[in-house]
């Protein structure tokens, strides 16, 4: 379903990328670490922050106390840029033909409190720095999986 803001998008009105963020200060360079799940907004001109701010905290349903600790940034090329209340909105998302209109979005800083995923490298990783004892355990689970689903196939 389409919400009717976004339905009746006026001359001025713009719709913006938003990615929630982590800074990465990694390597003395301040770079960002989107997580989680991105959306579209719809910006109206003249709309400060506060505004913004609002309508974003109904949509996501953030209760206020959480809510209060995140940061809003305009982030260009993976470079954060921390606005206030007052800050009018449209007047950074001026440029409408930018390469990559994804290389410009509101950022919402805040803590990442989604269940972690883990990749296999990540649990390849985990598994090497355990125990010789733990290592064995599991490859005997492994191959224990392993020569009962070839039983079932045979």
């Known amino acids: 379903m389409i919400p009717e803001e976004e339905k009746n998008l006026g001359p001025n009105d713009r719709m913006i990328h938003v990615y929630h963020f982590l800074k990465d200060t990694a390597q003395n360079q ?22 913004v701010k609002l309508r974003i905290q109904k949509k996501l349903q953030v209760p206020n106390e959480e809510f209060l600790k995140w940061k809003f940034a305009f982030v260009s090329l993976g470079r954060p840029e921390y606005l206030q209340d ?47 004892k733990k290592r064995r355990e599991a490859v005997n689970l492994l191959l224990g999986s392993l020569s009962d689903s070839i039983f079932l196939f045979s």
Do not use: C
């Open 86 to 132: 007052s800050d009018i909105i449209s007047n950074r998302f001026q440029r409408r033909d930018i390469y990559g209109a994804w290389e410009q979005y509101l950022g919402l800083e805040h803590t990442d409190n989604s269940p972690k995923r883990y990749t296999a490298n990540q649990q390849q990783l985990k598994l090497s720095q355990g125990s010789k």
């Open 30 to 51: 301040m770079h960002v670490q989107n997580f989680g799940d991105p959306f579209f907004l719809v910006i109206h001109e003249g709309e400060a922050l506060a505004e």
